[in-house]
C-alpha cells in the first residue's frame, strides 16, 4: 500500500478503490499447455472473418480513426435491432460503465447492484465520487423488492446484469420492467448485456422492449464474450436519446482504434459464426451442468457462458481448484463475489468440458479416501 501523499490527494473515493483482479491466465512451475476458463473468454476465438479485418487494419495505422463510429453502429443496428443513432461505442462495456458513472451520480449520490455484481459497478461508483450500495440477492437471483427498497432520493443508477456474473442466473423481462417502472423518477437502471446473446429463452429480447418504452433504461453490451475480442476491447450502450447524448459528451473522440472498429464491424457482421459459437457453448453448459450436479455438486441453471459450482465447504472449492490447476486448467475463484465454496468456470470447447468433467470427479473421488 502505497502512503497518501501530505498535500496532494485524489478526489474522494479514489483510494477505496480496490484493483480489479481479473482470472488467472498463467500457472506457476508447469510446461503443460493451460486452458483459461478464468475470463469467460470464447473458446474458438473471433471470427475468421474478423481476424481478416484486424489484419487488413494494419495497413491503416498511421490514420485517426473514426470518431462517430458510424459504420460499427450501422452493423450493430442491422444485426441486433436496434437504432443506430442511439448507439455508443466505448473500449469495452466497461468504459460506457465508467461513462454511466462519471455522468449521472457524483458525491451524495448513491449507485446500486446487485450483492453478487460486477467488480466494475462499485469501481466506477467510487471514481465518479458516488456511493456504491450492494443490495442483497434471492438465492443468487437478482431481487428487484430488494433493488425497490433499496431506492431513496440519492439513487441515481441501478445495475444489474442480466445473465448475472457469476450467478449465470436471470430474471424475467416482466422482472425487468418492474424494476424499471419502480425507480425513482431521477435514476436510470442499466441492464448489463455482457451475455444475452447466449440466452436460449425464444421470448428473451435482451430489454429491447423497455428500454423502448421508456426513457429511464439504457443497456450495456460486449464483443470480449461470444464476439471473442476481449482483447481489442470494444463494447456499445444502447438507450434514450437524452441518455446516449450525455454519455456521448464525455467519451473521448478517438476511444476506440481503427482496427478494434474494422474488427467488431467484421465481427458482428458473420452471423453464422456466432450462432455456430453460440450452439456451441449451449451444448457444452448443458453437459458440464449435467455431469457436475450427477457428482453431488450444486450448479444453477446458467444462461451465460459460464457455470458456477459450489462446494459444501470453501475448503473443498480451494482443493478442487488447486486440482483443476495441476491438470493445467484455469478456473476462477469467486470468494471475492461472495462466493468462497464456488468456482466459476466458463465453458471451453469439449476438450476443456470434458477435462474438467474428469478433475472434479478424480477430486472428489480423492476426497473419500
Ligand atoms: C465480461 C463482462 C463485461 C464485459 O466487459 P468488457 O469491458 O466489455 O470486456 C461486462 N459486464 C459483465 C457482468 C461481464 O461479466
Redesign the pocket.
Known sequence: MTEPHPTIRPQPGILDIALYVGGDSKLAGTANKVTKLSS?ENPYGASPLAVEAYKAASADLAVYPSTDHGDLRAAIGQVHGVDPARVICGA????IIAFLCQVYAGVGDEVLYTEHG?A?YRISALAAGATPVEVREDNRHTDVDALLAACNDKTKLVFI?NPN?PTGTMISGDEVARLAEGLPKQAILVL?G??VEYVEDADFDAGLAVIEARDNVVM?R????LYGL?GL?I?WGYGPAHIIDALNRVRGPFNLSGAALATAQAAVLDEVYTANCKALNTQWRGWLTEKLIALGLAVDESHGNFILVRFATPELAEGCDAALRERGLIVRKVGGYGFPEGLRITIGDEIACRQVAQGVKEFLEGQDE
Do not use: Q, V
Open positions: 469467460n469495452g462495456s466497461d468504459e460486477f466494475m446484469a456474473n448489463d455482457a451475455y450495456t460486449t464483443f470480449s464474450k476481449g476491447r463494447g
